[in-house]
């Protein structure tokens, strides 16, 4: 059974219990199945740096959108947008789905993928990804092949992007939820002891579980300013502990994407950077603390207008979202870093 916690549309608030609102597909896994993306049709890529799209989105002006000159690469996988409005009896979402695509484009690409253009020129594609009621099935086999097909496009389209897009160029991954589920594979088959782990600047695989000794090659990230390894954490309300999403006395690892420093567990409200919330076009500079508790991030409950009705304690909705001026600026300094010992 895949271990995850909440979907997150990016958009804060945008958020959907298990229980509430995800439909269930009717059918077995194969019954029907949609058409495999052909990556050469820019259409099933959400984000790319050669045109405008909603990753090239800055929520203040004095940020900038440096893509089109930037030096390395993003590539970005986005998390599960396919939920109860989808097509029932299918496993994984149809690349024609229009109203999906949108939903797509203005939440994860605007609200997640849209932090790392101060860093590099963002690829994000389109897949057949597989709908939120597999992280939460009984259904174990069908769940396990919606997702390898899911993955099997991720695959397709990293390859593609190495190809025709990527000309040699240092890279940062990056996903969420779901989207870390499939970067944790493009990591182990691709990057892992194999020579693109030499371009590798960082990943950032938030949302789910990673434990520390996942890869043979790649290391937790340490510092701040560390290269070639990874990042992960899970957030949640501080004293809050989740039902079967605790692991405590493993080795999974939780990096605080505040401080940025596995000596530095801990921040203070006011030396975080800010989040983007509901409102793409407001930072909230202070919005939390942070703790690092056993496998979870511990944050305070964020500081907003109307928070008084924000009672929720799993906050996998705001794993990008809290920290967006702070993953920004993580990302700009760890590509410098990275070119500064080239």
């Known amino acids: 059974m895949i271990r995850v ?135 174990h086999e069908d769940a396990e092949k919606a997702l390898e097909l899911a993955y099997q496009d991720i695959r397709t389209a990293f390859e593609y992007y190495l190809a025709q897009f990527n000309q040699g160029r240092p890279f940062i991954i990056a996903g969420h939820s779901q989207g870390t589920y499939h970067a944790k594979r ?58 079967k999403l605790h692991f405590p006395d493993t080795n999974l690892v939780v990096t605080n994407p505040v401080t940025w420093n596995v000596d530095i567990p801990e921040s203070r409200q006011e030396e975080q950077l800010g989040g983007v919330l509901r409102k793409f076009n407001t930072l909230y500079p202070k919005l939390v603390s942070t703790r690092i508790y056993d496998d979870l991030l511990w944050v305070s409950k964020p500081r907003f207008p109307g928070s008084f009705l924000f009672n929720r304690k799993n906050y996998h909705i705001g794993d990008y979202n809290f920290f967006y001026a702070d993953v920004r600026k993580n990302a700009q300094d760890r590509v410098r870093s990275f070119l500064a010992k080239q």
């Open 5 to 139: 916690s909440f979907y997150v549309a990016a958009g804060l608030f945008l958020v959907c219990s298990q229980v509430a609102c995800v439909s269930v597909p009717k059918a077995h896994f194969g019954q029907s199945i949609p058409t495999a993306p052909d990556y050469r049709n820019l259409e099933n890529w959400a984000a790319l740096p050669q045109r405008a799209d909603s990753a090239d989105e800055v929520p203040i002006p004095e940020w900038q959108d440096v893509q089109r000159h930037a030096a390395v690469d993003v590539f970005f996988i986005h998390p599960t947008t396919y939920i109860g409005n989808a097509k029932k009896e299918e496993w994984n979402a149809s690349l024609e789905d229009l109203k999906l695509n949108l939903k797509t484009d203005q939440y994860p690409i605007r609200y997640q993928a849209s932090i790392f253009n101060g860093a590099g020129s963002i690829y994000a594609p389109r897949y057949r990804q597989a709908h939120l009621h597999c992280f939460f099935s009984g259904q």
């Open 186 to 243: 493009i990591i182990t088959d691709y990057i892992d002891g194999k020579p693109l782990q030499a371009r590798l600047i960082v990943a950032y695989l938030p949302g789910i579980t990673v434990p520390e000794d996942l890869y043979t090659f790649i290391h937790p990230c340490r510092t701040p300013d560390d290269t070639g390894c990874f990042c992960s954490w899970r957030t949640f309300k501080e004293g809050y502990i989740p039902p």
